[in-house]
């Protein structure tokens, strides 16, 4: 299991360090998959990245909390164990299939090299892997593929490729950070039937990162929504759907077009997100909220202010629940 | 009225460079027409590559048709070039994608958004492009008194609304905006579309509306045009379209549409990649499930119902 527990992040801004992620608790089991959901800028790549401790070298620095794999803490590791465990125990699928492959070496040695990295293979039997691997992401032609450049492939099939390369040392945990957002549509849903069939097939542990609640309803069994640097609400997918609790929620929901009678004005949340450091006292969406009342502003709401079963929400004044309007 | 009109539109691009002679030119818009009347959004859908954005920078005149004809209001302008063509610019303005790529991030908002009036309306004095500046900017729902800054001291959203008051500050009758929303969050993709929703009614604009995203176009499209590969493969009112696709592509796309609910939820099986076109006849027969032997030598022309396919979808009641 990987647990996120009460994690702080701080970001370098102007040489300041201002926090940008705030007691966040997450937790991820092998076999399913959870959403993290917000808009940009609200700390959610920002998570997802410190899981495998990237981003250190750019001014990121934990605070508080912990993250521990099995019960082991990620940020007590040696260097060596942490090399293991990136990409060997979790592996990342990032978002710009076009930027996130080595433009002059070949697929197969990049997917190679990641096997013997991890692998006690041979080259041979790492390229057998790889052509393997390959073929479970729909490439036919895997022989071929290895020998092209990244230059020579669409989106598309990089994107299935950079998933390949996540499988490629059998990981436990794969972090999806908009893995389908630079994609055409008519690719998004193969790009999410191969992702699902890959997490069922390995019962990996999925944290799927998005803005799109279109891909939530797809992919996740769980689902966590984010908002300047808190969880604003978590629980079960089907729950999160029926039953938005926190306004901020029902908001996201409410703007996409799929879901909008056509000829009316999309419903919209005015303002903006408050960047790290210009987080209001109280809940940090009251000033957006069209429920907020007086003591929405005066204390910090906790995260289960709110509570039905496994289904949270950081929110003193949660509406009584709808019934189901699916 | 029609504002714009294309006729037999042709573009290919030679295989690239260095290696032009090992390479064939490909169709990159092949035999499109339409038009575009006053007030009225048409939405060009389709993957990348179908040939979406090329179609609009040729109706632009960005780029050179190879035969065919654009028409902007009453004015065949496919051959104009240099000064008789900047004359008619102001006509169609056009709105791009990226709005961190798209602005100059070394010049102040209102130099970016007074550029147009400098060539179109050259007798205004500084204060009155200034004051016209302005005037857009509000128009487009931001605050003037950022006009001073610079675009990286705007959020993405926001510089998209410059994009768009750098393109209404001539007074076009046509915007044509490629992708203006797909690199934008949700809840800012939702104010962007009422804001062009507005303009519309408040100008009489009329939109060349450039898209992949089916539920986008859904609802802001009064009309349709289902590009595959360099053609028009369906066209019609987005309502028709829609609710009764006749080109398996158009299906296709429709069906690749996030679902709303987990409960709507189908296991798809993850299928082969393809994307391969096919040469000749109906280009799009190797994904079609429903081809038959005489798609290959299909001609590709819409029919009078206004789409392209031998053995359209049966409409179900």
């Known amino acids: 299991?990987?647990?996120?527990?009460?994690?702080?992040?701080?970001?370098?801004?102007?040489?300041?360090?201002?926090?940008?992620?705030?007691?966040?608790?997450?937790?991820?089991?092998?076999?399913?998959?959870?959403?993290?959901?917000?808009?940009?800028?609200?700390?959610?790549?920002?998570?997802?990245?410190?899981?495998?401790?990237?981003?250190?070298?750019?001014?990121?620095?934990?605070?508080?909390?912990?993250?521990l794999l099995d019960g082991d803490s990620l940020f007590e590791m040696s260097d060596e164990t942490l090399r293991r465990m990136r990409g060997g125990r979790i592996s990342m699928v990032f978002q710009e299939p076009m930027t996130a492959l080595n433009p002059v070496f070949t697929i197969g040695s990049q997917?190679?090299?990641?096997?013997?990295?991890?692998?006690?293979?041979?080259?041979?039997?790492?390229?057998?892997?790889a052509t393997e691997l390959l073929r479970d992401v729909g490439m036919e032609n895997a022989e071929q593929v290895l020998k092209q450049y990244p230059g020579a492939l669409s989106g598309g099939m990089r994107q299935r490729v950079l998933i390949a390369m996540a499988m490629a040392a059998d990981p436990d945990f794969i972090i999806a950070d908009e893995p389908t957002t630079a994609l055409d549509v008519s690719v998004q849903k193969r790009i999410i039937a191969l992702l699902l069939n890959s997490q069922k097939k390995r019962n990996l542990g999925l944290l799927l990162v998005t803005h799109d609640f279109g891909l939530v309803a797809e992919m996740c069994d769980e689902v966590a929504v984010m908002y300047a640097g808190q969880v604003v609400e978590s629980g079960p997918v089907a729950e999160i759907f029926n039953h938005p609790a926190h306004p901020y929620t029902r908001a996201l929901m409410g703007c996409r077009p799929e879901v909008s009678e056509v000829g009316q004005a999309l419903p919209v949340i005015g303002g903006q997100?408050?960047?790290?450091?210009?987080?209001?006292?109280?809940?940090?969406?009251?000033?957006?909220?069209?429920?907020?009342?007086?003591?929405?502003?005066?204390?910090?709401?906790?995260?289960?202010?709110?509570?039905?079963?496994?289904?949270?929400?950081?929110?003193?004044?949660?509406a009584p629940l709808q019934e189901d309007n699916s | 009225m029609s504002v714009l009109k294309v006729s037999g539109l042709n573009k290919t691009f030679s295989a690239g460079g260095m290696f032009r002679s090992i390479g064939k030119d490909k169709w990159a818009v092949n035999d499109v027409s339409f038009t575009l009347q006053a007030g009225e959004t048409l939405a060009i859908v389709g993957e990348s590559g179908s040939g979406k954005s090329t179609t609009a920078r040729l109706a632009m005149r960005l780029l050179k048709t190879d035969a065919g004809t654009v028409c902007w209001g009453e004015h065949d302008v496919s051959t104009l070039v240099g000064k008789a063509l900047r004359e008619h610019r102001s006509h169609i303005q056009m709105v791009f994608q990226d709005p961190f790529a798209s602005l100059n991030p070394r010049m102040k908002i209102w130099q970016t958004v007074e550029?147009?009036?400098?060539?179109?309306?050259?007798?205004?004095?500084?204060?009155?492009?200034?004051?016209?500046?302005?005037?857009?900017?509000?128009?487009?729902?931001?605050?003037?008194?950022?006009?001073?800054?610079?675009?990286?001291?705007?959020?993405?959203?926001?510089?998209?609304?410059?994009?768009?008051?750098?393109?209404?500050?001539?007074?076009?009758?046509?915007?044509?905006?490629?992708?203006?929303?797909s690199a934008l969050d949700v809840s800012v993709q939702a104010q962007i579309l009422n804001l062009l929703k507005e303009l519309q009614t408040a100008?009489?604009?009329?939109?060349?509306?450039?898209?992949?995203?089916?539920s986008v176009v859904r609802h802001i499209a009064d009309r349709v045009a289902v590009m595959f590969a360099g053609r028009i493969v369906e066209q019609g009112s987005a309502a028709e379209v829609f609710e009764h696709p006749h080109h398996p592509y158009t299906r296709a796309l429709l069906d690749a549409r996030p679902i709303t609910h987990p409960n709507e939820r189908q296991m798809l099986a993850p299928n082969e990649a393809t994307e391969a076109t096919a040469d000749f006849g109906c280009a799009y027969q190797p994904r079609c499930p429903y081809a038959k032997n005489d798609c290959s030598k299909f001609d590709g022309a819409l029919n009078a119902q206004g789409f392209a396919c031998l053995h359209p979808l049966v409409r179900h009641e």
């Open chain 1, 273 to 318: 997100v408050p960047q790290p450091g210009q987080w209001p006292q109280g809940c940090h969406f009251a000033k957006r909220c069209p429920m907020a009342e007086n003591d929405c502003q005066q204390s910090a709401v906790a995260a289960d202010v709110w509570r039905h079963g496994d289904h949270i929400a950081r929110c003193l004044h949660v």
């Open chain 1, 1 to 67: 299991m990987l647990e996120i527990r009460d994690l702080s992040l701080s970001v370098t801004i102007e040489g300041n360090a201002v926090e940008a992620v705030s007691m966040l608790s997450l937790k991820l089991e092998a076999g399913s998959v959870l959403g993290l959901v917000g808009e940009s800028g609200c700390g959610k790549s920002l998570t997802a990245q410190s899981i495998l401790r990237l981003g250190e070298h750019q001014g990121v620095k934990k605070s508080d909390g912990d993250i």
């Open chain 1, 111 to 129: 997917i190679t090299e990641v096997i013997r990295l991890h692998l006690d293979m041979s080259k041979r039997e790492a390229t057998a892997r």
């Open chain 2, 115 to 181: 550029e147009g009036l400098r060539v179109h309306q050259p007798d205004l004095s500084s204060a009155q492009r200034r004051e016209k500046v302005a005037e857009t900017l509000q128009l487009c729902g931001l605050d003037a008194s950022g006009m001073d800054r610079y675009p990286h001291q705007f959020s993405g959203g926001q510089r998209q609304r410059i994009g768009i008051a750098r393109a209404l500050i001539v007074e076009p009758k046509v915007l044509a905006l490629d992708e203006p929303v």
């Open chain 2, 203 to 214: 100008k009489g604009l009329a939109y060349l509306f450039i898209s992949h995203d089916l």
